[in-house]
């Protein structure tokens, strides 16, 4: 369940979602098996046309995009780890197709800024990290979506206490809020006031004014004073 809500988080719409997943955080003592589930899953994900059924990954929006995750790859590629990359084809070779692909990450702070795009960074922690977790994702300033995958639910009560992200999902993607449905919105970097889509939105769309009068003012013209009558 882990690796099919990662992967669908990671690389559905080909990453260009604003809730998708950038960074997964694996306890140490199980990484070496998710990491490897995880490539195992990556390889049969099929990169074309998005009109065909068969596809799983289209291209990304535009050149510009296509460029600036180039030049990611390129410096995860000198910096990281590649663990995981979806295959290129004949059908991929013209385009803005970009090969969804996965980097094991030593630390979080080399990644300096959002990557837009199907490419997920792997970070290692141990048991007794928790919080230095948490501190770390508090920290980049951003909130919008946390998923977390854990049956205990002391762990997960922490861990949404403690995050500050707008929207947190236990168990399953982080991409599937439908808006009118689930409040939506994060907080930080990620927006602030009322959620999408939730009870206190239609706030967002009002004016407050305010008008001051004095009414125990003195003096006056008389005159025009009594125009109203």
């Excluded at 140490?28 to 799983?56: F, H, N, Q, R, Y």
């Excluded at 030049?71 to 991929?92: N, P, S």
């Excluded at 795009?117 to 920290?139: F, S, T, Y």
């Amino acid at each position: 369940q882990l690796v099919k809500d990662v992967c669908a988080s990671a690389f559905d719409s080909a990453g260009q979602r604003c809730s998708a997943a950038r960074v997964l955080f694996v306890q140490e003592d199980i990484a070496d098996k998710v990491i490897t589930m995880l490539t195992g899953a990556m390889a049969e994900l099929v990169m074309g046309d998005p009109g065909l059924l068969s596809t799983d990954v289209g291209p990304v929006i535009d050149e510009a995009s296509h460029k600036e995750l180039s030049e990611h790859a390129e410096r995860m590629d000198r910096e990281a780890k590649l663990i995981g990359k979806v295959a290129a084809t004949d059908a991929t070779a013209h385009g803005t197709f970009f090969a969804p692909r996965a980097y094991e990450i030593p630390r979080l702070d080399i990644l300096h800024k959002e990557i837009f795009g199907p490419v997920l960074h792997v970070l290692r922690w141990k048991a007794d990290q928790l919080d230095q977790v948490i501190d770390a994702i508090n920290a980049t300033g951003y909130g919008l979506t946390l998923g977390i995958h854990s049956r205990i639910d002391d762990t997960i009560d922490h861990i949404v206490k403690r995050a500050k992200v707008g929207n947190c999902y236990v168990n399953r993607n982080q991409i599937g809020a439908v808006v009118g449905v689930q409040p939506f919105g994060g907080e930080n970097l990620s927006g602030t006031g009322p959620k999408a889509g939730g009870p206190h939105y239609l706030l967002r769309f009002a004016t407050e004014r305010t008008v001051t009068i004095n009414t125990t003012a003195a003096g006056g013209n008389a005159s025009l004073l009594t125009l109203a009558d």
